[in-house]
């Protein structure tokens, strides 16, 4: 059984529940989760603050992201994230950086924006945030709520 109908046998169905149960990220009704959905800058960052220990209103996110991470409102009116722009949001928000981590090795690391590098390699080598394939990380896809709840469960 499963706490989402939308959501049993999907690949990502423990992750779901488990951050679901945690409070991090809720589904969009009783029975309905959305895991294929792509995740919205507000999601994120209410899941990222309560991930954190931290709570607010859904129509204080914005503020409250700015207050505790200084958030840059780049990203803000995003209601699709994607792959890179999620990697730079959780890295802020989670405070987690590598100068070290290097995934030049992904056939499309050339894709992925200069200012999102170090925050994608940063995830990789966590093991949070993990490609498309063996091969590729997909930098401009859009980036779901599934996948979302994963990398917070994994950090």
Not at 38 to 58: P, R, T, W
Not at 110 to 126: C, H, K, N, Q, T
Request: glycine share 6%; net charge negative.
């Amino acid at each position: 059984d499963s706490l989402f109908e939308d959501v049993k046998g999907h690949w990502a169905q423990k992750y779901i529940e488990r951050m679901t149960l945690k409070g991090v990220l809720s589904g969009v009704s009783e029975n309905t989760f959305l895991p294929d959905k792509a995740i919205s800058a507000q999601e994120l960052l209410m899941a990222l603050v309560k991930f954190n220990g931290y709570d607010c209103g859904y129509s204080e996110v914005f503020e409250t992201a700015k207050e505790l991470w200084d958030m840059d409102e780049k990203f803000f009116a995003k209601t699709e994230l994607t792959r890179e722009e999620v990697a730079q949001i959780i890295c802020i928000a989670c405070k987690i950086s590598n100068d070290n981590a290097d995934i030049s090795f992904m056939s499309d690391a050339g894709e992925i924006s200069s200012e999102a590098y170090d925050s994608v390699a940063a995830l990789y080598a966590e093991g949070a945030m993990t490609g498309r394939s063996e091969s590729t990380i997909n930098p401009k896809d859009m980036f779901t709520r599934a996948e979302a709840v994963t990398v917070l469960s994994r950090l």
